[in-house]
């Protein structure tokens, strides 16, 4: 008889990281492309920070920092993914972008920011990211 980790073909799998390593790559890829634009309008002053929207702590931050958050998680992701795939990678990678979708977050439910930013970042990237990191690290 085999043992029920073994027998579950789920979400919640060991092996989930290779399964999934299409698509894990493709949304890091994206990620890494909105953080480079992000970079783009930052450095060239057509968008910054909106405190109404992410809050003050967020506003208080440059958004190069966040871009360059952004680009460097989402960059080790997609490196570690690659073949052969690297965990330690992927692990920091996620850390990095589940502390930034954390503390987008918090700035906007604590400072004044909008409701939808911090639903948006708290329930759909930081669960994934904090997905990827318990994959990762309970992995093979």
């Not at 990620?31 to 968008?47: K, P, Q």
């Not at 967020?58 to 960059?75: C, E, N, R, T, Y």
């Amino acid at each position: 008889m085999r043992s029920t980790e073994q027998q579950w073909f789920g979400v919640y799998d060991r092996y989930s990281i290779n399964r999934f390593r299409p698509l894990l790559l493709c949304v890091e890829g994206m990620l890494c492309f909105v953080g480079m634009l992000f970079w783009i309008f930052a450095w060239s002053g057509v968008s910054q920070i909106d405190p109404w929207t992410y809050g003050l702590v967020a506003f208080d931050v440059p958004a190069k920092f966040w871009a360059a958050l952004i680009m460097g998680g989402s960059a080790m992701c997609v490196i570690g993914l690659l073949k052969p795939v690297k965990r330690w990678m992927i692990t920091v990678g996620a850390l990095v972008l589940s502390f930034v979708y954390a503390a987008i977050t918090y700035s906007a439910v604590t400072s004044g920011g909008d409701i939808s930013v911090a639903m948006f970042g708290s329930n759909l990237f930081l669960s994934f990211h904090l997905w990827i990191v318990w994959e990762s690290v309970r992995g093979e």
